[in-house]
């Protein structure tokens, strides 16, 4: 079975930085999009960046010029570099992958989830 697993969550104070990364493994045909969500307590989950299989990236709005986001399309991995952050950066990221287990079989996948924490 597929399954992505983030790692790099923790503890960092208002204008640090932090690097997440998200590794997918199990019968992988191919991989197209990988991104990063967010979800806030009491705060419905959003899109926090996203690259396709090509490079292409999006972003929201209030990370432009703070993250960034690469993939190792070698090692199915996906890494989300966080810089400036924010108090309101606070939220349990989770690593999305849609993923084709074969030539005609494909489906979203999601991580368990990693809690960044920015505090003073």
């Known amino acids: 079975q597929v399954q992505l697993v983030e790692s790099g969550g923790g503890l960092v104070q208002p204008g640090g930085s932090l690097r997440l990364s998200c590794t997918a493994s199990g019968s992988i045909f191919s991989i197209n999009t990988m991104g990063w969500y967010r979800q806030a307590p009491g705060k419905e989950r959003e899109l926090v960046a996203d690259?396709?299989?090509?490079?292409?990236?999006n972003f929201a709005d209030s990370v432009k010029g703070r993250f960034t986001i690469s993939r190792d399309n070698a090692k199915n991995t996906v890494a989300l570099q966080m810089n400036s952050l924010k108090p309101e950066d606070t939220a349990v990221y989770y690593c999305n992958a849609f993923i084709r287990t074969s030539k005609y079989n494909g489906m979203h996948y999601w991580g368990k989830g990693t809690l960044l924490t920015v505090s003073s």
């Open positions: 690259i396709t299989s090509g490079g292409s990236t």
